[in-house]
């Protein structure tokens, strides 16, 4: 239970009052998306001026695709597109760049590669160039990268993205040596650190330098221990150091990686489920994934995500519903009904009956709990089923040192 007091500070579902602007900004693109779409299907959304609604179109597109529906983010696109006689040339560049990202991250990077290479037409844009390098990192086409590197560095030789996609594309040509000079540039870069520690250690391992890729790979697993790459590769590299304590530690860290990964399971599922325009499904796999691991901050991200672009979908706030019922928060999960049935998207036929049993099952559950409040931990627990999730922190622990004071172990532990 005590891996849910973490939770607590996770997931925030109260209702948007800022701006979508706003919220898209912070981080909170599912409420900005849930903005737009009731603003942009209200009637007043008929009054607006055709820059303002291509403006809210553009920050809705930008929002499915932070959420993982590219699918839906390329079919906003598309739609702008094919009405977009009147738009300029630094909006097509903009647009098609934009189109380019979603399709890549649907794995069809033929067609993003062309959308990429329409965009260059118009303008040879440096952000152009480091689109498309981008775009061959995800197809897997390394040698194809250095050209538009190449154009990054003539506009700037201290360019440290190109400089790192450079190293990337050298080691993936068995040139380790030019990959070890480039690559440490990635580590300039906030949002390629993981990445650059990762490839420095596999450049560093073909180099049989075992103990300096060892400290790359350790840098990335003090920030993320559910990191399986690194995880994995970290096994290998303390095997090849030759000392018995670093074949031990290897077996050790193994023996870690096999028990993660089973918890884990079919880790690239996901994957197909979102280039078939299954984002919430999708998004609803990997939160299974992060809930098999106990790591309920990163599994109630993936849950927001599945929620935000499920449209008429009421699964992913099901599942939700089920999580805060088998925490023991029953009120938390009353409240997600409640939220699916606000909802301005129709749900299916079926949802409100569905929706009307689990409130049934949530009324019993709590009506058993009250006949049972006539000792310390009962007490507990019916507080905590009463509480919201905001204020439920405190009540976790109470009833945390309730179970262990009662000697109910196996409740402590869930």
Same mark, same amino acid.
């Given at each position: 239970?005590?891996?849910?007091?973490?939770? /607590?500070?996770?997931?925030?579902?109260?209702?948007?009052?800022?701006?979508?602007?706003?919220?898209?900004?912070?981080?909170?693109?599912?409420?900005?998306?849930?903005?737009?779409?009731?603003?942009?299907?209200? !009637?007043?959304?008929?009054?607006?001026?055709?820059?303002?609604?291509?403006?809210?179109?553009?920050? @809705?597109?930008?929002?499915?695709?932070?959420? =993982?529906?590219?699918?839906?983010? *390329?079919?906003?696109?598309?739609?702008?597109?094919?009405?977009?006689?009147?738009?300029?040339?630094?909006?097509?560049?903009?647009?098609?760049?934009?189109?380019?990202?979603?399709?890549?991250?649907?794995?069809?990077?033929?067609?993003?590669?062309?959308?990429?290479?329409?965009? #260059?037409?118009?303008?040879?844009?440096?952000?152009?160039?480091?689109?498309?390098?981008?775009?061959?990192?995800?197809?897997?086409? $390394?040698?194809?990268? /250095?050209?538009?590197?190449? &154009?990054?560095?003539?506009?700037?030789?201290?360019?440290?993205?190109?400089?790192?996609?450079?190293?990337?594309?050298?080691? @993936?040509?068995?040139?380790?040596?030019?990959?070890?000079?480039? /690559?440490?540039? =990635?580590?300039?870069?906030? =949002?390629?650190?993981?990445?650059?520690?990762?490839?420095?250690?596999?450049?560093?391992?073909?180099?049989?330098?075992?103990?300096? %890729?060892?400290?790359?790979?350790?840098?990335?697993?003090?920030?993320?221990?559910?990191?399986?790459?690194?995880?994995?590769?970290?096994? +290998?590299?303390?095997?090849?150091?030759?000392?018995?304590?670093?074949?031990?530690?290897?077996?050790?860290?193994?023996?870690?990686?096999?028990?993660?990964?089973?918890?884990?399971?079919?880790?690239?599922?996901? $994957? !197909?489920?979102?280039?078939?325009?299954? &984002?919430?499904?999708?998004?609803?796999?990997?939160?299974?994934?992060?809930?098999?691991?106990?790591?309920?901050?990163?599994?109630?991200?993936?849950?927001?995500?599945?929620?935000?672009?499920?449209?008429?979908?009421?699964?992913?706030?099901?599942?939700?519903?089920? $999580?805060? %019922?088998? %925490?023991?928060?029953?009120? *938390?999960?009353?409240?997600? #009904?409640?939220? #699916?049935?606000?909802?301005?998207?129709? #749900?299916?036929?079926?949802?409100?009956? @569905?929706?009307?049993?689990?409130?049934?099952?949530?009324?019993?559950?709590?009506?058993?709990?009250?006949?049972?409040?006539?000792?310390?931990?009962?007490?507990?627990?019916?507080?905590?089923?009463?509480?919201?999730? +905001?204020?439920?922190?405190? @009540?976790?622990?109470?009833?945390?040192?309730?179970?262990?004071? %009662?000697?109910?172990?196996?409740?402590?532990?869930?």
């Amino acid at each position: 239970m005590f891996f849910l007091v973490a939770v /607590l500070l996770a997931a925030d579902t109260s209702p948007p009052e800022t701006a979508p602007e706003e919220l898209a900004a912070s981080g909170r693109c599912d409420q900005a998306l849930a903005a737009l779409d009731e603003l942009l299907g209200s !009637p007043a959304a008929e009054s607006l001026e055709a820059g303002e609604r291509l403006r809210l179109r553009k920050l @809705r597109a930008s929002c499915l695709f932070e959420l =993982g529906d590219y699918a839906g983010c *390329e079919k906003e696109i598309r739609e702008i597109l094919s009405g977009g006689a009147g738009l300029r040339k630094a909006e097509q560049v903009e647009w098609l760049a934009h189109l380019a990202r979603a399709q890549t991250m649907q794995d069809v990077h033929d067609e993003a590669i062309g959308t990429v290479g329409k965009a #260059l037409e118009i303008d040879n844009a440096p952000e152009l160039h480091r689109l498309a390098v981008t775009v061959l990192l995800r197809a897997g086409r $390394f040698a194809d990268i /250095l050209p538009h590197a190449d &154009a990054l560095l003539e506009a700037d030789d201290s360019d440290p993205f190109a400089h790192f996609v450079r190293g990337i594309a050298f080691a @993936r040509s068995d040139r380790f040596e030019d990959a070890r000079r480039e /690559l440490p540039w =990635g580590l300039e870069i906030p =949002g390629a650190k993981r990445d650059a520690h990762f490839e420095l250690a596999l450049v560093l391992g073909k180099l049989r330098e075992p103990e300096p %890729a060892l400290e790359h790979l350790l840098e990335i697993l003090a920030d993320d221990p559910y990191d399986q790459e690194a995880c994995y590769q970290a096994t +290998q590299q303390l095997a090849r150091t030759g000392t018995s304590a670093g074949k031990e530690a290897a077996a050790q860290l193994r023996r870690y990686f096999v028990s993660f990964s089973d918890a884990r399971g079919e880790t690239a599922r996901h $994957f !197909p489920l979102q280039a078939a325009g299954l &984002a919430p499904l999708a998004a609803l796999t990997r939160a299974e994934e992060w809930k098999r691991l106990h790591v309920y901050d990163r599994m109630l991200e993936e849950i927001r995500r599945a929620q935000a672009v499920a449209r008429d979908d009421p699964e992913p706030f099901l599942y939700e519903v089920d $999580f805060w %019922a088998s %925490a023991g928060l029953l009120t *938390e999960a009353e409240s997600v #009904l409640s939220r #699916l049935e606000s909802r301005p998207h129709i #749900l299916p036929e079926d949802a409100s009956e @569905r929706i009307r049993k689990l409130r049934g099952a949530l009324a019993a559950a709590m009506e058993r709990m009250r006949a049972q409040a006539d000792d310390p931990l009962g007490k507990a627990l019916l507080e905590l089923a009463e509480t919201s999730w +905001q204020e439920a922190r405190p @009540r976790l622990e109470t009833a945390l040192s309730r179970a262990i004071a %009662a000697a109910r172990l196996p409740l402590a532990d869930r």
